[in-house]
């Protein structure tokens, strides 16, 4: 099978390709292109979501007519039909995200499905973040990846981190979801970026305090966890935000060493709260598999100390984690999830939800 898949979320524009392979069941990833409007964003610190609407719309079929060239190992105009003709159905996020952004990759995704007479499949963008994970070979004009991701096994235990939402999920299987908990204000990414702009870093934030904290000293500065003793999967990241502010608002001059000093708390502060309540809930249900995903995991120190925990405290549980590029949005992971959950509607019925949760 085949599947187009369109992500638009929130500020990414991405259209993407996938295959799946009936002899290996691995998901192939044939074309994968997404255009940001993060530049953009940087001016202003945060995303504006009328701007970044309509930076979308200028994207998208260019994004659309760019996969379908990847996918068709850069050919001939011509050559690109036998791509669309082998096209099974057309996956699009419908929510959770912004509205207006939603809507650019709904309606092209509708009047593709009518035009191509292919089916539309709608899915849910944090159940897209989790699919990631069975993305297993990319082939394309440039590489070839091979990973074990077709190996995930159920129960499994998901993380899902990113800049709108932090939340723990049980997936007994494909299509079976429950919710364990989640942040009660600001998700890990949002964190991650009001921090950084305190600090006067690049947006987005994460891969900024990523980057300082490599320079950090660990022992200057040690930061609260927030509910990291708590009994249940919930998470809190605004009093962290706090405690920055005022940490900052009492030193005499924010210089280089430190923003990096604090980049470390912050980034250790965050992680460590990730794993231990990743870890307990994985103990909790006896699962065989640990998933993560969203921009927060392409963070190298969440992966990494989830990796080595898992493997020191509950070996056995398998973790698995997306390569760092599907991480961030994208619309592979869109096609991923629609392949394993396959629920076609009509191209008339299709709407946009961007207050959507977990089914
Ligand atoms: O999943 P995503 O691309 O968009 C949403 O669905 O929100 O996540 C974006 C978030 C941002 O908050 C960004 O700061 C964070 O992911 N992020 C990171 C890293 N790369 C992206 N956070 C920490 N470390 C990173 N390397
Ligand atoms: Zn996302």
Same mark, same amino acid.
């Given at each position: 099978?085949?599947?187009?898949?369109?992500?638009?979320?929130?500020?990414?524009?991405?259209?993407?390709?996938?295959?799946?392979?009936?002899?290996?069941?691995?998901? =192939?990833? @044939? %074309?994968? $292109?997404?255009? #940001?409007?993060?530049?953009? *964003?940087?001016?202003?610190?945060? +995303?504006?979501?009328?701007?970044?609407?309509?930076?979308?719309?200028?994207?998208?079929?260019?994004?659309?007519?760019?996969?379908?060239?990847?996918?068709?190992?850069?050919?001939?105009?011509?050559?690109?039909?036998?791509?669309?003709?082998?096209?099974?159905?057309?996956?699009?996020?419908?929510?959770?995200?912004?509205?207006?952004?939603?809507?650019?990759?709904?309606?092209?995704?509708?009047?593709?499905?009518?035009?191509?007479?292919?089916?539309?499949?709608?899915?849910?963008?944090?159940?897209?973040?989790?699919?990631? =994970?069975? @993305? %297993?070979? $990319?082939?394309? #004009?440039?590489?070839?990846? *091979?990973?074990?991701?077709?190996? +995930?096994?159920?129960?499994?235990?998901?993380?899902?981190?990113?800049?709108?939402?932090?939340?723990?999920?049980?997936?007994?299987?494909?299509?079976?979801?429950?919710?364990?908990?989640?942040?009660?204000?600001?998700?890990?990414?949002?964190?991650?970026?009001?921090?950084?702009?305190?600090?006067?870093?690049?947006?987005?934030?994460?891969?900024?305090?990523?980057?300082?904290?490599?320079?950090?000293?660990?022992?200057?500065?040690?930061?609260?966890?927030?509910?990291?003793?708590?009994?249940?999967?919930?998470?809190?990241?605004?009093?962290?935000?706090?405690?920055?502010?005022?940490?900052?608002?009492?030193?005499?001059?924010?210089?280089?060493?430190?923003?990096?000093?604090?980049?470390?708390?912050?980034?250790?502060?965050?992680?460590?709260?990730?794993?231990?309540?990743?870890?307990?809930?994985?103990?909790?249900?006896?699962?065989?598999?640990?998933?993560?995903?969203?921009?927060?995991?392409?963070?190298?120190?969440?992966?990494?100390?989830?990796?080595?925990?898992?493997?020191?405290?509950?070996?056995?549980?398998?973790?698995?984690?997306?390569?760092?590029?599907?991480?961030?949005?994208?619309?592979?992971?869109?096609?991923?999830?629609?392949?394993?959950?396959?629920?076609?509607?009509?191209?008339?019925?299709?709407?946009?939800?961007?207050?959507?949760?977990?089914?």
């Amino acid at each position: 099978m085949t599947i187009l898949g369109i992500e638009t979320s929130c500020d990414e524009t991405g259209v993407a390709i996938i295959q799946n392979d009936s002899k290996t069941k691995k998901i =192939n990833l @044939i %074309s994968n $292109i997404v255009a #940001s409007s993060l530049s953009l *964003h940087s001016k202003t610190g945060g +995303i504006i979501p009328d701007i970044a609407a309509r930076e979308q719309v200028k994207y998208i079929i260019p994004v659309l007519e760019s996969a379908i060239k990847e996918a068709s190992g850069g050919k001939m105009v011509n050559d690109q039909w036998s791509i669309v003709n082998k096209i099974d159905a057309i996956a699009v996020t419908v929510g959770p995200g912004l509205i207006g952004s939603l809507l650019i990759g709904v309606e092209t995704a509708r009047t593709l499905s009518y035009l191509w007479k292919k089916p539309i499949i709608p899915v849910n963008h944090l159940i897209g973040h989790i699919y990631a =994970n069975f @993305i %297993s070979e $990319i082939h394309n #004009s440039k590489f070839i990846i *091979h990973n074990s991701a077709a190996e +995930i096994q159920f129960p499994a235990v998901a993380l899902i981190v990113s800049g709108g939402h932090t939340d723990l999920v049980l997936i007994k299987n494909h299509g079976s979801i429950k919710w364990l908990g989640g942040t009660r204000d600001d998700a890990a990414g949002e964190a991650f970026d009001k921090i950084g702009r305190l600090l006067n870093l690049p947006y987005p934030g994460g891969p900024s305090i990523e980057k300082e904290a490599l320079k950090g000293n660990p022992k200057k500065f040690i930061f609260p966890k927030p509910m990291i003793g708590s009994g249940d999967f919930d998470f809190s990241f605004s009093g962290l935000k706090t405690t920055v502010y005022r940490e900052i608002k009492s030193l005499k001059n924010l210089d280089g060493q430190t923003i990096s000093d604090i980049s470390f708390a912050v980034q250790d502060a965050i992680v460590d709260v990730l794993v231990k309540k990743t870890l307990k809930a994985a103990d909790k249900y006896k699962v065989k598999s640990i998933l993560l995903g969203g921009g927060v995991a392409a963070n190298q120190k969440l992966r990494d100390e989830l990796i080595l925990n898992t493997k020191y405290l509950i070996p056995y549980t398998e973790i698995f984690v997306p390569q760092k590029f599907l991480c961030t949005d994208n619309a592979a992971m869109i096609a991923s999830a629609a392949f394993y959950n396959y629920k076609p509607v009509d191209w008339r019925d299709i709407t946009v939800n961007p207050e959507l949760y977990f089914y």
